[in-house]
């Protein structure tokens, strides 16, 4: 009786007790690490595949019956022997890597400079502007590549790596902008009022204070802006033709698949090696990475 | 003495190109030209202008490598006439609402799961961003791999190991299976940006309100339908804003993955336009599929941004 009591009263005495213990116990497992478990594995499983692909031998990759897929039986380098030494994959890795820096150096000065002039040189009509920065952000690449084609053949940058160091900032220049007026206004504005009274130039300021006080927000908009650039695809299609000026997305795509033989142990290697140096680039700056996606969501 | 004063008017004779140099970088309206220039410069010639030569491209007959006449409506009015187009407009419309659907759903269950008080939390979280960073047209290949239709690893777990199944599913050789196919690679892709997103407007919510519900005797779905869904509008359409505009002019997945095939029936209007554009050499056409998106695109934006941004200028925030 007292027992039948207690238990039904039971369920309602943590509700009261705060956030916390309500959702603790066997309850917390299925309710949130059981489908937390099932989104890791979901959102991981595809690099997983990718990686046995790679290390698997072509006995093992076309015979399921007599090999698991899931593991690797007998790890083999075949793959990436061919890879790196028949195909034009260092190649591609080192331009990939040029366009990247080169498109993030540009755009990173030029956002800097467009930031600090948007923030704290309080023109008449600076919102206007950051407005309209913000708007070409919202302008998707897949609507302006046939024109950005006709202009790149017209000026003659057709095919080269020039042409994706000039385009690339377009779409990195409004993201970290706006990423870099969010930083300069969570630096107080005094310590420039301060240097501008002991007779600093507003170039001195920028130079001296704010840059320095601001790198946490340089990397992440470099970061950032180094991942977006080694990830673009539509551009570096349409403008680049000649084999060994491809970036590594588009080359996988298109010099690694040769007409109806798919080499799949091969094609992953490609796609393995190509997101190493992102995700390895990530982990370093994991927290940077996740702060600026969600402040320049919040802004 | 003299000797100071001498070196005193040595250093300002000195200092006077300089100083006026000085002066003009000290001038504020020659500065905010200075700094606005590289970045202002750039987004015009690379995007401005492109925006408007696209919009004119449309209405002309230009190839690649010859310039064209101004040939008016023709290239729409063929569009229009065009089957493939409207299946490439019907595939775009699908494609952005389910995956936005699925993306949304997806992550907010997601972002909710990590807003718990769980161990290992940021390592799950940047885990969990990683089919974000990874360049898409790489996952996509492994997509590829795993759609293939003999050796799909999920053919493979249905039929061999749970035995659901007797034959291997044919991913992409079907128009439906293929469509759907894709926006299970875009929902996959998609789910991290939203879920971060989401999280960190989880994350601004205080919990005061939620005791302050619970002592109300609010029931969990009670506190989420009244206190966490409001309180996260804000960052939502920002998120499903973007999230749409870039799920409709989407070209990577489709490219990478079917080439708008089996027969056309994948396009996308973004793929189509490439298809004409680039290899086919149609700058014309290709442009006028481009142009055609933007009304859709505009009116996407204007409606997840103010349909559901209202909220926010309700409370009287909107210069945060």
Redesign the interface.
């Known amino acids: 009786m007292t027992d039948a009591a207690l238990s039904t009263k039971e369920p309602a005495a943590p509700e009261r007790l705060g956030v916390i213990s309500w959702e603790s116990g066997p309850r917390k497992l299925v309710t949130v690490y059981l489908p937390l478990a099932c989104f890791v594995i979901v959102l991981l499983f595809p690099f997983y595949w990718m990686t046995i692909t790679t290390f698997k031998p072509n006995n093992e990759l076309y015979n399921y019956k007599d090999f698991n897929p899931l593991f690797v039986h007998s790890p083999t380098l075949a793959n990436v022997r061919k890879l790196f030494f028949e195909t034009d994959y260092p190649q591609w890795l080192w331009t990939t890597m040029l366009i990247a820096v080169a498109a993030t150096a540009l755009s990173i000065f030029a956002s800097v400079l467009a930031a600090y002039a948007i923030q704290r040189l309080r023109f008449r009509g600076a919102n206007w502007v950051g407005l309209a920065i913000y708007l070409a952000y919202l302008v998707p690449p897949s609507i302006l590549f046939i024109p950005l084609a006709a202009m790149v053949v017209k000026l003659g940058l057709f095919d080269s790596p020039l042409a994706l160091i000039l385009t690339y900032p377009t779409f990195l220049i409004p993201f970290c902008t706006w990423l870099l007026i969010g930083y300069f206004k969570s630096i107080p504005y005094e310590l420039e009022e301060c240097a501008l009274i002991d007779g600093a130039s507003r170039l001195q300021i920028l130079r001296k204070i704010t840059l320095p006080l601001a790198i946490p927000g340089l990397i992440s908009a470099g970061i950032f802006a180094f991942t977006l650039s080694w990830n673009e695809f539509i551009y570096a299609l349409a403008f680049i033709q000649s084999s060994e000026k491809k970036t590594l997305p588009v080359a996988v795509l298109t010099q690694l698949v040769q007409g109806d033989d798919y080499q799949w142990g091969a094609l992953m290697a490609g796609a393995l090696f190509g997101s190493i140096p992102v995700a390895l680039f990530y982990s370093f700056f994991v927290d940077y990475y996740v702060s600026s996606l969600t402040g320049a969501v919040k802004e | 003495m003299a000797d100071i004063a001498q070196k005193w008017s040595v250093t300002r004779e000195a200092s006077r190109g300089p100083n006026l140099l000085?002066r003009l970088?000290?001038w504020?309206?020659f500065?905010?030209f200075?700094?606005?220039?590289?970045?202002?410069g750039?987004?015009v010639v690379?995007?401005?202008?492109?925006?408007g030569?696209?919009l004119w491209?449309a209405f002309t007959d230009?190839k690649?490598?010859r310039g064209g006449a101004f040939i008016g409506l023709e290239n729409f009015a063929s569009l229009w006439r065009d089957p493939i187009f409207w299946t490439a407009v019907g595939n775009t419309i699908f494609y952005t609402a389910t995956a936005t659907i699925g993306k949304f759903a997806?992550g907010l269950?997601?972002a909710l799961?990590?807003n718990?008080?769980?161990p290992f939390k940021?390592l799950?979280?940047?885990?969990?961003?990683?089919?974000w960073?990874?360049?898409?047209?790489?996952?996509a290949?492994?997509?590829w791999?795993?759609y293939?239709p003999q050796?799909s690893?999920i053919s493979?777990i249905l039929k061999?190991v749970l035995h659901l199944r007797s034959t291997n599913i044919d991913f992409l050789g079907t128009p439906w299976a293929a469509r759907i196919s894709l926006i299970a690679a875009n929902i996959?892709r998609g789910?991290?940006?939203v879920a971060?997103?989401l999280?960190?407007?989880l994350q601004?919510i205080s919990?005061s309100l939620?005791?302050a519900a619970?002592l109300d005797g609010a029931a969990p779905w009670q506190r989420f339908r009244h206190v966490t869904a409001p309180m996260l509008m804000p960052?939502l359409s920002?998120?499903l804003t973007f999230s749409v505009?870039?799920t409709?002019?989407?070209?990577?997945l489709v490219?990478?993955i079917t080439r708008g095939g089996p027969i056309n029936s994948t396009h996308l209007?973004?793929t189509l336009?490439?298809q004409r554009?680039?290899p086919g050499g149609q700058?014309g056409e290709?442009?006028a599929i481009?142009?055609s998106?933007?009304p859709f695109?505009i009116a996407a934006?204007l409606f997840s941004y103010f349909g559901l941004a209202r909220r926010k200028w309700q409370q009287g925030e909107a210069n945060d």
Request: proline share 7%; glycine share 4%; net charge negative.
């Open positions: 000085a970088f000290d504020k309206p500065l905010v200075l700094c606005l220039l590289p970045a202002i750039l987004l690379f995007l401005t202008y492109p925006l030569l696209g491209l230009t690649i490598g997806l269950w997601l799961l990590l718990h008080h769980i940021s799950i979280r940047a885990i969990v961003l990683v089919p960073i990874v360049p898409t047209v790489l996952s290949v492994a997509f791999w795993i293939d050796f690893i493979y061999d996959w789910i991290p940006f971060i997103s999280l960190a407007g601004t919990p939620y005791e619970m960052v920002v998120v505009l870039f409709f002019t989407d070209f990577q490219y990478a209007m973004a336009a490439f554009g680039i700058l290709g442009a481009a142009v998106m933007i695109l934006t």
